[in-house]
């Protein structure tokens, strides 16, 4: 039976300050949640708000206390009940996606198995995509970024496009080609306007991404924009991708018509649990899936349907490492997962003390 439920904050700061084309941050906070069973604990994580914390405390743990740990599909489903007069996406989403990893982890724990080979290896590592490009950095900060990936042996890169809400759009193609030249030939270029750009405009940009050869065009309009993302993907050539924030399978299902690629977020689209299955969704519907940002966590899901790659962002890459030790190394261009320990192989590091805010 579950004993205890806790959780954590831990807020790590940025090398500078970074922005998108909508949204500028100086820091990023990670939520944990740890699960209590007969000598063992689950560990699991979002990138979120503080107060994604409080919902574990105050609203899941009541919940899971008390409950058989072997029983994860049935955790998740009471979790959500518990949520419908808060609403159960966004913050209290993303605090159930932590629990609900931390629940498989405890799971594959007791029974002393890899969580990969819990929920069927498949393969043993999964192509990664180098991630960052902030709109922010200077010309020596993207050189220096890139060249990381290329030694990292990342065959895709993407940066961020869409400056100021779509207001430097000869910037964002001059930053695009730019990549083009420094990632060198047989890497492919990816580009993320967060929801930018108007319809019209994403229209143009899109068109000229065609031409540079640009295979991923993600969030071209906002994600809400259903209308919009579904003439785009029939206006351009390269993949219309959307999905980071859905939190649930109806929002997948909305997706899936007006999307080449879907993108899940195991931190927001209700964990394990939520990815898997919206990862059935989209193969029904012959659609690829690809894991959004959190590295470290998405490794054990290698064997997903339709897992394209997993999004190898710079700032959960570098934060990872500290925040738990365990964390699955990217080499080749891949990610590892850990296949000799049970569970997903990360506990809490010491390290991440020092970046403990609650």
């Not at 065609?210 to 993907?233: I, M, R, T, Y």
């Amino acid at each position: 039976m579950i004993e205890r439920v806790d959780a954590g904050v831990y807020v790590f700061p940025t090398p500078y300050p970074e922005a998108d084309g909508t949204f500028e941050w100086s820091a990023t906070t990670a939520v944990t949640a740890q699960v209590y069973a007969a000598g063992e604990r689950g560990l699991g994580w979002t990138y979120s708000s503080p107060a994604a914390a409080s919902v574990i405390t105050h609203h899941l743990a009541e919940v899971l206390t008390g409950r058989e740990a072997y029983d994860v599909a049935g955790a998740w489903r009471a979790m959500r009940r518990a949520g419908r007069n808060l609403g159960t996406r966004g913050l209290y989403g993303q605090a159930l996606s932590a629990a609900d990893i931390a629940l498989w982890d405890l799971k594959a724990r007791l029974l002393g198995v890899p969580l990969a080979d819990l929920f069927g290896r498949g393969r043993g590592s999964i192509p990664v995509y180098g991630s960052g490009g902030f709109t922010t950095q200077t010309d020596e900060q993207f050189t220096e970024q890139v060249a990381g990936w290329r030694a990292a042996g990342c065959t895709a890169m993407k940066i961020k496009i869409g400056q100021g809400w779509g207001s430097a759009v000869e910037r964002d193609l001059a930053r695009m080609q730019a990549l083009r030249e420094l990632a060198g030939p047989g890497v492919e270029i990816m580009a993320d306007a967060n929801g930018a750009y108007t319809p019209g405009q994403a229209r143009r940009v899109g068109a000229a991404l065609d031409d540079l050869g640009v295979v991923w065009f993600e969030e071209p309009v906002s994600s809400d924009d259903l209308a919009g993302l579904g003439a785009l993907c029939a206006a351009l050539r390269c993949d219309v991708a959307a999905g980071e924030y859905a939190a649930d399978a109806y929002e997948m299902a909305r997706l899936l018509p007006v999307v080449d690629c879907l993108q899940l977020d195991v931190t927001r689209c209700g964990g394990y649990t939520g990815f898997l299955a919206g990862a059935a969704l989209a193969a029904a519907s012959n659609r690829d899936v690809s894991g959004h940002c959190a590295p470290s966590l998405h490794a054990p899901l290698a064997g997903a349907p339709g897992l394209r790659h997993v999004e190898w962002f710079a700032d959960h890459a570098a934060l990872e490492p500290v925040l738990v030790d365990g964390a699955p190394e990217v080499s080749d261009g891949r990610l590892r997962s850990d296949a000799s320990g049970p569970g997903h192989g990360m506990r809490l590091s010491v390290a991440a003390e020092e970046y403990r805010a609650g």
